[in-house]
């Protein structure tokens, strides 16, 4: 589903994709999910945290929204809803 659907902009959808490292070994799983909101467009992220690259509410105007992926390997999210 779009995640922009009612705010207007571009259509944004989230997927879940599998990703490997250099060596073609398989990422760590993804243990928690933060959304972050700031007014700047940037991103910073720790050597444990993915950041997802690209404004969730790109075109709706406003804050910009990204979110922040971590895997820690010991936990593991199995599903999410927004």
């Known amino acids: 589903n779009d995640i922009n ?4 902009g571009k259509y944004v959808y989230l997927k879940p994709l599998c ?4 060596d073609n070994g398989c990422m760590l799983p993804i243990s928690d ?3 972050v909101v700031q007014a700047k467009s940037e991103e910073s992220a720790a050597a444990d945290e ?3 690259a690209f ?3 790109k075109g709706a105007g406003g804050m910009f929204r990204y979110l922040k992926l971590k895997r820690d390997g010991e936990h593991v999210i199995m599903q999410s809803e927004l």
């Open 5 to 8: 659907n009612g705010y207007g």
């Open 19 to 22: 990703e490997l490292t250099a």
């Open 33 to 35: 999910i933060e959304v």
């Open 50 to 52: 993915d950041v997802v």
């Open 55 to 57: 404004d969730l509410a």
